[in-house]
């Protein structure tokens, strides 16, 4: 089937660590972005990427880095930097594209924690 | 699960009545918009989508209605059912790259 893969499912990050969360895709999707939900509150864009070897900073983006080294995966790395990094992250993808209006669809989240 | 809207929003309706659910977008020249359903613990799911050349659009027992000049918009849910019980968000593309803006969502909640 094709769709989003995120792992782990949970995850917990001591104090000072860095944590990777995986994700990947088989939908040959050209676009793929990170977002992070809090409780309350809609989905905020971390980073994003329109094609491989590229990226760029949405409106979060402090304390988080990302590669893009494949098509299909777009790592998301939770840095020491992020003091707050307890929430749900979410990793989408699009066909991608200028002007393409296209929906973006999801996995299944990552559930971070502080230990 | 856990909840992901802790505060948002409810909506709460009968099982087999007719659901509206509202959302007010900020750009004036965002041209597509997107509904998605969330159960808790689980990622965002497609529901529809519509471009701002149009008013209405019309899926599976789901109706999107867009109203550019109050810049809203209207997911109506026909003969609401236990299993559509999650947070729906509405999602404004407001770039060329497809870069969505998210609604803080509204909880719906089917009773018997």
């Known amino acids: 089937d094709g769709g989003i893969t995120q792992s782990p499912k949970y995850l917990f990050r001591k104090e000072g660590q860095n944590v990777t969360l995986s994700c990947e895709q088989n939908l040959n999707h050209d676009a793929m972005y990170w977002y992070r939900q809090d409780p309350g509150q809609g989905l905020r864009l971390i980073y994003y990427s329109q094609i491989v070897n590229d990226f760029q900073k949405g409106d979060i983006a402090e304390g988080y880095s990302v590669s893009r080294e494949k098509k299909e995966s777009f790592p998301l790395t939770v840095t020491s930097a992020q003091k707050n990094p307890t929430a749900f992250y979410l990793c989408?993808?699009?066909?991608?594209?200028?002007?393409?209006?296209?929906?973006?669809?999801f996995g299944d989240g990552t559930r971070l924690s502080i230990l | 699960g856990e909840s992901v809207g802790l505060h948002l929003p409810t909506l709460s309706v009968q099982e087999g009545d007719n659901s509206i659910i509202n959302c007010a977008y900020s750009?004036?020249?965002?041209?597509?918009f997107i509904w998605y359903k969330q159960e808790s613990g689980k990622g965002p799911q497609f529901i529809i989508d519509?471009?701002?050349?149009?008013d209405k659009r019309q899926g599976q027992r789901v109706t999107v209605l867009l109203n550019k000049t109050v810049k809203h918009l209207s997911l109506q849910i026909a003969a609401t059912q236990p299993g559509d019980s999650a947070v729906y968000f509405c999602?404004?593309?407001?770039?060329?790259?497809?870069?969505?803006?998210f609604g803080a969502g509204t909880q719906v909640v089917v009773t018997p």
């Open positions: 999602a404004e593309n407001y770039d060329s790259w497809g870069k969505l803006q």
């Open positions: 519509i471009r701002s050349n149009m």
């Open positions: 750009n004036s020249a965002s041209d597509y």
């Open positions: 989408a993808s699009s066909i991608g594209g200028a002007h393409s209006n296209q929906p973006q669809h």
